[in-house]
């Protein structure tokens, strides 16, 4: 049997605003600020997103979700990720493996992580111990570090049997 395997990888970042609600991996988060953006501007699942676009050399998230749409103003990013694994599926691929970093220095995100991990396995029909979240600070550096944001950042495997 001959297989196929791509990696992905997938970045994102988003500024943190008031009066905005925190997603995170689909994830609800208790938190003074939110982050911004068209959609729910959920950094993770857009970062796990593009990884699995640029795994298949499909171009990114906003090639397929564009903020000047207003269909997609305050959308559900989870349904945007299920609609990027329906792409990867209509082309004979398969996710191995997701492994993400989540970089903010507030608020903690390890409470979080088991909950994180079983929403992304959820919509990409996969077990949980295939999804990989961690969480780390930016040590005060940089705009994730100010607290101006969070970013996030993805890798996926995909395999396709010949």
Do not use: C
């Not at 003074?32 to 959609?39: A, E, I, Q, T, V």
């Not at 299920?82 to 691929?93: E, I, L, N, T």
């Amino acid at each position: 049997m001959n297989m196929s395997i791509r990696i992905g990888n997938g970045y994102d970042i988003h500024r943190l605003v008031a009066d905005r609600p925190l997603i995170i991996g689909g994830v609800n988060i208790a938190h003074d600020k939110g982050l911004l953006g068209h959609s729910d501007a959920d950094v993770l699942t857009h970062a796990v997103a593009d990884a699995l676009l640029g795994a298949l050399s499909l171009g990114d998230i906003g090639t397929y979700f564009p903020p000047s749409d207003p269909q997609w103003a305050g959308a559900d990013s989870l349904i945007l990720l299920a609609q990027v694994y329906q792409m990867v599926r209509d082309r004979g691929w398969a996710i191995a493996n997701v492994d993400s970093v989540i970089v903010a220095e507030r608020p903690k995100l390890k409470p979080h992580i088991a909950d994180i991990r079983k929403s992304l396995a959820e919509v990409l029909a996969l077990a949980p111990d295939q999804v990989g979240v961690k969480a780390t600070t930016n040590e005060k550096l940089g705009p994730t570090g100010r607290e101006e944001g969070i970013a996030a950042y993805a890798v996926v495997l995909i395999s396709q049997s010949a």
